[in-house]
């Protein structure tokens, strides 16, 4: 953990010291931020640069007393809090440091956004127990040990390497003796899997245990042990971590097993009945084949001693050793039998299914239209570096040139902007209005179920002054179609999406508008059609065709709907609005496109808020915050493609340089796939359905080639590489 770095114990300073003081420690330490204690350590408060330079605005000078500007009764976290929860914690707060104190508000510690995001390496050695015979598994097992056995392509024993470097550990022992040569040859000193390995050679079976007997040298800290043919998502780390927290001398992971009777059972006392209990389910915790270990343990080990894990660890209870359980919940698999080899290559990801990601952002292959270059860039990412060539100068030009050719400087409205009260439209509309001075109309379609964020934002936005029109369809046609669309497309507010396409170009029609503008091209933007890329000008058909995925006749039809019912849902006439001469253009493709810019913007002129804490599936909390559809969107997104809300913004953030490819992928490890439980009875009641019927409808649109199903939840069987 990173409070443990000595440097933090630098940013330790008493409330007598200047500015000066602290300033001169920031330059040294380079950590931002001084923790202010007392004579005995505890916590006063932190002062951050930024409460610096907030004091010097003020009129303070570099010799003044750091007390005015002291942030008393800061955020803090305990030692106990794991990784993944501080830096959830940390985002939601969005802070970068946060101060690690005891119980008595002592300061032990400082985490670091940076630090707690960048890959730990563990110097505890990892040790594999390879040397079994795998008789269940005859005949695959008469020319190859278990651990070489193929599973999504690649040996067992790869897989758990694999999973333990992605934790950090790189110094591995395995011990041998069945067919051993194969897989002392297979491997080598681990060098070509970018890992250091050693071998123990059994000269005769010696359990799961007894191998550890033959570690020369004996390991001076504590150290993992796991079978060689037990696959699972366990994070490593973690356990060791749990381990070490708990000071245990030896922790076994544990899976909670259950089986369910197939008979009724019958309690008797004698000869006489007691109760009955149909089919009952028996649940217990089974060893899962993963152990920490202290090295004293070793004591307990005879040289070439046959042991197993259970009977070592008696001994070690024996003895009043602190010996504890770590419940995993993650996917496990013993390999032991056939079936379980095979239920193994069903839930493992295969090296045949082609998915890649891009070599910069973590855009995903499965997404609809997108492309690769030669390089491994996705079209969004290629677009990203194309556009730093872009003569935007020129764009701007093209931009004015087309705003003059619909300003109207008769009191009419003369653009149209979609708009919900986000930092998009919002920052659409002002540049529109306030840079160049056009008079544009804003419209919102209510949202099927809105925030009272989204409508604070909403009312925020008009009240900095934009005429705005509100749109509310039919409400029980707009329920239909997205009730619709959630069974047959899995997109839970297509009728929404319709919507927000069709009804603008009505509202346009009857005030005699023949320019709509619309935020960013989201095709080019974030991977997908490049048609407009070169054309700021498209159409109807084009509108059809990518933003309502080919859908909308299919959708409107087999709805039911009379004509009456659908008139916010329905395009005009292409011939009338050719005839019109209505233009549809994306802002994006005039300036170069920044969220985080748009959201500034919107904060400051347009009275934009943000949610409190990071919105359901990611770690931002600026964007979607309008309608508590679009969680239940971006999980299906989830399921059917492999990459979510999480992952969206995390790319976005990789593109414009805040944030490293290894901590997006920590962050989308963290957030990505998450379903809102919390608005589970929300949907249910607005789609009219049951949980059964709502939860088969989301195992439906489930992608089989990407997820499996473990415990009631769909769990990938990818990794992001």
Same mark, same amino acid.
């Given at each position: 953990?990173?409070?443990?770095?000595?440097?933090?114990?630098?940013?330790?300073?008493?409330?007598?010291?200047?500015?000066?003081?602290?300033?001169?420690?920031?330059?040294?330490?380079?950590?931002?931020?001084?923790?202010?204690?007392?004579?005995?350590?505890?916590?006063?408060?932190?002062?951050?640069?930024?409460?610096?330079?907030?004091?010097?605005?003020?009129?303070?000078?570099?010799?003044?007393?750091?007390?005015?500007?002291?942030?008393?009764?800061?955020?803090?976290?305990?030692?106990?809090?794991?990784?993944?929860?501080?830096?959830?914690?940390?985002?939601?707060?969005?802070?970068?440091?946060?101060?690690?104190?005891?119980?008595?508000?002592?300061?032990?510690?400082?985490?670091?956004?940076?630090?707690?995001?960048?890959?730990?390496?563990?110097?505890?050695?990892?040790?594999?127990?390879?040397?079994?015979?795998?008789?269940?598994?005859?005949?695959?097992?008469?020319?190859?040990?278990?651990?070489?056995?193929?599973?999504?392509?690649?040996?067992?024993?790869?897989?758990?390497?694999?999973?333990?470097?992605?934790?950090?550990?790189?110094?591995?022992?395995?011990?041998?003796?069945?067919?051993?040569?194969?897989?002392?040859?297979?491997?080598?000193?681990?060098?070509?899997?970018?890992?250091?390995?050693?071998?123990?050679?059994?000269?005769?079976?010696?359990?799961?245990?007894?191998?550890?007997?033959?570690?020369?040298?004996?390991?001076?800290?504590?150290?993992?042990?796991?079978?060689?043919?037990?696959?699972?998502?366990?994070?490593?780390?973690?356990?060791?971590?749990?381990?070490?927290?708990?000071?245990?001398?030896?922790?076994?992971?544990?899976?909670?097993?259950?089986?369910?009777?197939?008979?009724?059972?019958?309690?008797?006392?004698?000869?006489?009945?007691?109760?009955?209990?149909?089919?009952?389910?028996?649940?217990?915790?089974?060893?899962?084949?993963?152990?920490?270990?202290?090295?004293?343990?070793?004591?307990?080990?005879?040289?070439?001693?046959?042991?197993?894990?259970?009977?070592?660890?008696?001994?070690?209870?024996?003895?009043?050793?602190?010996?504890?359980?770590?419940?995993?919940?993650?996917?496990?698999?013993?390999?032991?039998?056939?079936?379980?080899?095979?239920?193994?290559?069903?839930?493992?990801?295969?090296?045949?299914?082609?998915?890649?990601?891009?070599?910069?952002?973590?855009?995903?292959?499965?997404?609809?239209?997108?492309?690769?270059?030669?390089?491994?860039?996705?079209?969004?990412?290629?677009?990203?570096?194309?556009?730093?060539?872009?003569?935007?100068?020129?764009?701007?030009?093209?931009?004015?040139?087309?705003?003059?050719?619909?300003?109207?400087?008769?009191?009419?409205?003369?653009?149209?902007?979609?708009?919900?009260?986000?930092?998009?439209?919002?920052?659409?509309?002002?540049?529109?209005?306030?840079?160049?001075?056009?008079?544009?109309?804003?419209?919102?379609?209510?949202?099927?179920?809105?925030?009272?964020?989204?409508?604070?934002?909403?009312?925020?936005?008009?009240?900095?002054?934009?005429?705005?029109?509100?749109?509310?369809?039919?409400?029980?046609?707009?329920?239909?179609?997205?009730?619709?669309?959630?069974? +047959?497309?899995?997109? =839970? %507010?297509?009728?929404? *999406?319709?919507?927000?396409?069709?009804?603008?170009? $009505?509202? /346009?029609? #009857?005030?005699?508008?023949?320019?709509?503008?619309?935020?960013?091209?989201?095709?080019?933007?974030?991977?997908?059609?490049?048609?407009?890329?070169?054309?700021?000008?498209?159409?109807?058909?084009?509108?059809?065709?990518?933003?309502?995925?080919?859908?909308?006749?299919?959708?409107?039809?087999?709805?039911?709907?009379?004509?009456?019912?659908?008139?916010?849902?329905?395009?005009?006439?292409?011939?009338?609005?050719?005839?019109?001469?209505?233009?549809?253009?994306?802002?994006?493709?005039? +300036?170069?496109?920044? =969220? %985080?810019?748009?959201? *500034?913007?919107?904060?400051?002129?347009?009275?934009? $808020?943000? /949610?409190? #804490?990071?919105?359901?599936?990611?770690?931002?909390?600026?964007?979607?915050?309008?309608?508590?559809?679009?969680?239940?969107?971006?999980?299906?997104?989830?399921?059917?493609?492999?990459?979510?809300?999480?992952?969206?913004?995390?790319?976005?953030?990789?593109?414009?340089?805040?944030?490293?490819?290894?901590?997006?992928?920590?962050?989308?490890?963290?957030?990505?796939?998450?379903?809102?439980?919390?608005?589970?009875?929300?949907?249910?009641?607005?789609?009219?359905?049951?949980?059964?019927?709502?939860?088969?409808?989301?195992?439906?649109?489930?992608?089989?080639?990407?997820?499996?199903?473990?415990?009631?939840?769909?769990?990938?069987?990818?990794?992001?590489?």
């Amino acid at each position: 953990m990173n409070h443990v770095n000595i440097l933090w114990r630098k940013t330790l300073l008493p409330l007598k010291v200047t500015i000066k003081d602290v300033v001169n420690m920031l330059d040294e330490v380079a950590l931002r931020i001084a923790l202010i204690t007392d004579e005995s350590n505890l916590l006063i408060g932190t002062v951050s640069d930024g409460d610096i330079r907030r004091g010097l605005l003020k009129g303070l000078s570099l010799d003044s007393p750091i007390e005015s500007i002291v942030k008393r009764n800061p955020l803090v976290v305990s030692p106990e809090l794991s990784r993944e929860k501080v830096l959830q914690i940390m985002n939601s707060n969005k802070i970068q440091q946060v101060p690690v104190v005891n119980e008595r508000n002592e300061v032990i510690g400082l985490h670091l956004w940076d630090e707690l995001n960048a890959p730990t390496t563990h110097k505890n050695l990892f040790v594999i127990m390879a040397g079994g015979k795998g008789t269940r598994l005859y005949p695959q097992t008469v020319n190859s040990p278990k651990p070489l056995l193929l599973l999504a392509g690649k040996p067992i024993l790869e897989h758990i390497i694999d999973r333990a470097k992605s934790h950090g550990f790189n110094n591995f022992v395995i011990a041998i003796h069945y067919l051993g040569q194969m897989i002392q040859d297979y491997f080598g000193n681990g060098e070509k899997f970018g890992v250091k390995i050693r071998y123990l050679n059994e000269s005769t079976p010696l359990g799961t245990a007894g191998a550890l007997s033959l570690l020369d040298p004996k390991p001076n800290s504590t150290f993992i042990v796991t079978n060689g043919d037990v696959v699972t998502d366990i994070n490593y780390a973690e356990i060791l971590n749990f381990h070490q927290q708990n000071n245990a001398s030896a922790t076994m992971a544990v899976k909670r097993y259950e089986w369910q009777n197939p008979f009724g059972v019958v309690q008797t006392q004698g000869l006489k009945i007691t109760d009955f209990e149909e089919k009952p389910i028996t649940r217990s915790y089974v060893n899962a084949g993963v152990y920490v270990l202290e090295p004293t343990s070793l004591s307990f080990l005879k040289e070439s001693e046959t042991c197993d894990m259970p009977t070592l660890l008696k001994r070690l209870k024996e003895e009043s050793n602190s010996l504890i359980a770590y419940p995993i919940h993650e996917p496990w698999i013993d390999i032991g039998r056939p079936e379980d080899l095979s239920k193994g290559l069903s839930q493992m990801s295969t090296e045949s299914s082609n998915l890649r990601w891009c070599s910069n952002c973590l855009a995903m292959s499965t997404r609809p239209r997108i492309t690769f270059n030669k390089d491994g860039l996705c079209n969004a990412c290629d677009w990203f570096e194309s556009k730093k060539n872009i003569n935007w100068n020129s764009r701007e030009a093209e931009l004015i040139k087309l705003l003059d050719k619909h300003r109207n400087n008769n009191g009419k409205f003369d653009c149209l902007v979609p708009c919900s009260g986000g930092k998009d439209g919002s920052y659409v509309a002002y540049n529109l209005k306030h840079k160049y001075g056009m008079n544009p109309l804003c419209v919102t379609i209510t949202p099927p179920l809105p925030t009272a964020l989204g409508e604070e934002n909403l009312r925020s936005f008009i009240e900095s002054g934009y005429d705005h029109i509100s749109i509310n369809p039919n409400y029980e046609s707009m329920r239909t179609l997205n009730k619709f669309g959630f069974i +047959e497309m899995g997109f =839970p %507010y297509y009728g929404w *999406l319709i919507s927000i396409i069709t009804a603008p170009i $009505k509202i /346009a029609i #009857s005030n005699d508008i023949k320019l709509i503008v619309y935020g960013e091209d989201g095709e080019v933007e974030y991977g997908g059609s490049t048609e407009t890329a070169k054309n700021p000008i498209y159409d109807t058909k084009y509108q059809r065709k990518v933003y309502l995925e080919g859908g909308y006749e299919k959708v409107l039809n087999a709805s039911g709907l009379n004509d009456n019912k659908l008139y916010y849902f329905t395009f005009p006439k292409d011939d009338i609005v050719n005839e019109i001469g209505i233009e549809f253009t994306h802002w994006s493709y005039f +300036e170069n496109w920044d =969220p %985080y810019r748009n959201y *500034l913007v919107a904060k400051k002129y347009c009275g934009l $808020k943000e /949610a409190e #804490s990071s919105n359901a599936g990611t770690f931002t909390n600026f964007a979607q915050n309008d309608q508590s559809l679009y969680p239940l969107h971006t999980y299906l997104m989830y399921l059917k493609f492999g990459f979510g809300r999480a992952n969206q913004d995390a790319s976005i953030e990789i593109r414009r340089g805040a944030m490293t490819r290894n901590q997006a992928i920590n962050l989308v490890n963290l957030y990505d796939g998450q379903l809102p439980l919390e608005l589970i009875p929300r949907y249910l009641d607005y789609y009219q359905m049951t949980q059964v019927e709502f939860e088969s409808i989301l195992d439906r649109h489930t992608n089989k080639d990407l997820f499996h199903k473990m415990e009631n939840k769909w769990i990938p069987k990818f990794s992001i590489k």
